[in-house]
């Protein structure tokens, strides 16, 4: 409906190890931003990326990291997983005209 | 930084009542965007609104930007049990939305 997918939508982790979370996103939109909502809280922006490169980045350590491709998907790399990192990842694509998000249904990724 | 705060946290309400959420910010607001959110779901945008006292409908659904542009609404009218979900207010700034904490609302049918 939003055309935005996200993969994978619920996985399991421990504390110490990485994860990758994968977004693709509609055609034509060509900025993808993260955010990490914990249960009960409002969505709280990572970062966004505008043509390959990374164009703003909310208050999150560097373990936090992403990338974008060409083809409009894109990837978020989580490092040495902590137990708040606990939370459903949501992916939004947006034109490079301030205005509508389209978010995807989100990852949801549980550390032991 | 920049902070929204919305209120209330949780309301439950019986089918057929009216509800309505606010969303107040200290500093000028240059936009406010309104999202839902079912359980289990994700974000889905409802509206944004730019101008000072601007008001929209969608059905049964108003929103209200004020005058000071420091604060928002959202009021439904005669809510159904489709209504339950979590009603977030956002403003889009410079690369990113920043959310309140949403209001949660339950319906009693």
């Known amino acids: 409906e939003t055309g935005v997918t996200q993969s994978p939508t619920h996985l399991i982790k421990t504390r110490g190890q990485q994860v990758t979370l994968r977004c693709s996103s509609q055609s034509g939109h060509n900025t993808v931003s993260w955010y990490q909502q914990a249960l009960g809280q409002g969505p709280q922006f990572i970062f966004q990326?505008?043509?390959?490169?990374?164009?703003g980045r909310g208050n999150f350590p560097p373990r936090f990291s992403g990338l974008q491709f060409p083809n409009y998907s894109s990837e978020l790399n989580v490092n040495a997983l902590e137990l708040d990192d606990s939370a459903l990842y949501l992916c939004?694509?947006?034109?490079?005209?301030?205005?509508?998000?389209?978010f995807g249904e989100g990852s949801r990724l549980t550390v032991l | 930084g920049q902070q929204v705060m919305q209120i209330p946290q949780y309301q439950h309400v019986q089918e057929g009542e009216d509800f309505t959420t606010y969303c107040n910010s200290s500093t000028t607001l240059s936009n406010i965007q309104w999202y839902k959110q079912r359980p289990g779901g994700h974000p889905v945008f409802l509206i944004q609104?730019?101008?000072?006292?601007e008001v929209k409908k969608q059905k049964r659904l108003t929103f209200q930007f004020g005058e000071a542009k420091k604060n928002s609404s959202l009021h439904i009218t005669a809510t159904q049990t489709t209504d339950v979900g979590t009603y977030f207010c956002?403003?889009?700034?410079?690369?990113?939305?920043?959310f309140g904490q949403g209001t949660r609302l339950t319906i009693n049918p």
């Open positions: 990326y505008y043509r390959e490169e990374e164009n």
């Open positions: 939004a694509s947006g034109s490079a005209v301030p205005g509508e998000l389209f």
């Open positions: 609104l730019v101008k000072s006292g």
């Open positions: 956002a403003e889009l700034g410079a690369q990113k939305l920043v």
